[in-house]
């Protein structure tokens, strides 16, 4: 069965770990400096080819994200905004699945975008910087 990250049930929020975010100033300058981590998009294909931020790659399934990401990489998950349960989600399964060293961009491209930074699709740059 494919289980979805999209799909995982709603995770009672008082079993669910502490998740630790990182703001968009934070997020701009670790891929400013060329920081070591892998910056995760938790949405489906056609979402990633609409927009997303630069660098950054994609997973939607449970098995996308065991093949693509090593447990001991440092990753920074985001998905489409502050209202968007999928980087929450992919987070949880992700530390259930043995993922430490777990960060999330809470604010998303909603956030990122606001903020005037660039965001690619299909293989392209739009506005921002």
């Not at 999928?86 to 043995?98: P, Q």
């Amino acid at each position: 069965m494919d289980l979805s990250i999209e799909d995982v049930e709603e995770v009672n929020p008082l079993q669910r770990p502490e998740m630790d975010l990182i703001s968009t100033q934070e997020l701009k300058e670790k891929l400013g400096r060329g920081d070591d981590f892998k910056l995760v998009m938790t949405l489906g294909e056609w979402e990633y080819n609409a927009k997303h931020i630069p660098g950054s790659l994609r997973v939607s399934t449970v098995e996308e994200a065991l093949e693509a990401l090593d447990p001991k990489d440092e990753i920074v998950l985001y998905d489409s905004g502050p209202r968007c349960p999928a980087s929450r989600m992919a987070c949880t399964v992700l530390r259930h699945h043995g993922y430490q060293r777990l960060r999330r961009y809470a604010g998303g491209l909603e956030e990122w975008e606001k903020a005037g930074y660039a965001l690619e699709h299909r293989g392209s740059v739009s506005a921002g910087g």
